[in-house]
């Protein structure tokens, strides 16, 4: 399978998930709605509100993956894949705006305690809607970082709020049965902390992938090895990793022996490139600049305990002088040793 292939169906797969989120939380937000005007339950119609804000991030998260999944233009040379992140930052927007709206109400219900009628039903509602949350959320964060969707991770833990949403209008209904009044807006004070610390955490990450932020550096040294570790590869400097929504792009200057032909400079580079992206799945560009060394003193060199890999005898050299290259090369180090 190609690399193109891989990143489409992942891309795919993503907006499967969004899709399908969509559609549970419409289902959600009608039930909750209708049994909340029906028993009056501010809490439950709250919860529905918050259901409806999901309904605009799985949207908007949809959106991201589709851009993400076009093709690169002559405008848009490095595709569209920041637009995810573009997506997730707003999704954090609307997530801080929910917890001030969470925050609010439950100041609000310290001093206005609300009369619920048909309790029975909003209580089954509210635990239906939590189990159903939990497995929403479960099921879109093993999607997230199954792809490496920020998005959707950052949507799994809005569904995650959810849940502890649908425990306080659980919980605040059934404290009504005993006239105890305050839990419920302890829960909410809770719940919108819960939100915003999300909220923030993942809109810093977004803001942090617009502006081409290096992934860990274990993960930049990982892909220094494995550049090392091709054949023939005698040093990289230069190394550049960076985000771009749910993939890694990597840019490197890998140094040869100078005395090797063009075309073996250039499959050592493919090999270097194969190397990184059979490794590192979510690496979807790799950008490799070839320097000839000629004294591997002057060479900015990588050392590993193994040292640098003999060219593969497999690779064929071009019908050129090289051969003669190569030998004077030998020649001078066989002098320099005596």
Request: charged share 25%; proline share 4%; aromatic share 6%.
């Amino acid at each position: 399978m190609s690399t193109d292939d891989s990143r489409t169906i992942r891309l795919q797969r993503g907006i499967t998930v969004a899709t399908r989120s969509t559609l549970v939380l419409v289902f959600l937000s009608v039930v909750k709605i209708c049994v909340g005007v029906l028993s009056g339950s501010i809490a439950l119609l709250a919860d529905a509100t918050h259901t409806v804000m999901d309904i605009a991030g799985s949207a908007v998260v949809w959106l991201g993956l589709r851009l993400s999944l076009r093709k690169p233009t002559d405008r848009f040379p490095y595709g569209f894949y920041k637009a995810e992140s573009i997506c997730t930052l707003i999704v954090c927007v609307i997530m801080v705006f929910t917890a001030a709206e969470i925050l609010l109400d439950s100041v609000e219900r310290l001093f206005v305690p609300s009369v619920i009628s048909f309790r029975p039903v909003v209580i089954a509602v509210a635990i239906g809607s939590g189990l159903v949350s939990y497995r929403l959320a479960k099921y879109k964060e093993s999607a997230g970082r199954a792809i490496n969707s920020q998005a959707l991770r950052v949507e799994s833990r809005h569904s995650l709020a959810d849940v502890l949403n649908a425990s306080l209008v659980c919980g605040s209904v059934l404290f009504t049965y005993i006239n105890v009044t305050w839990v419920e807006p302890l829960a909410a004070v809770t719940i919108s902390a819960f939100i915003l610390w999300a909220a923030l955490g993942f809109g810093k990450d977004s803001i942090f992938s617009l502006m081409d932020i290096s992934p860990q550096p274990s993960m930049r040294k990982a892909i220094e090895q494995t550049m090392v570790e091709a054949p023939a590869v005698m040093g990289v400097h230069d190394l550049k990793v960076r985000r771009s929504g749910p993939f890694v792009l990597v840019e490197a200057h890998v140094e040869v022996d100078g005395a090797i032909s063009v075309e073996e400079a250039h499959a050592i580079a493919d090999e270097v490139e194969d190397r990184v992206k059979r490794r590192f799945k979510e690496v979807d560009s790799v950008t490799i600049h070839i320097g000839m060394v000629h004294d591997e003193k002057d060479a900015q060199v990588k050392k590993y305990v193994d040292g640098p890999k003999p060219i593969d005898a497999t690779w064929k050299r071009a019908p050129d002088d090289s051969e003669n290259r190569s030998s004077s090369s030998e020649q001078k180090h066989a002098e320099a040793a005596d």
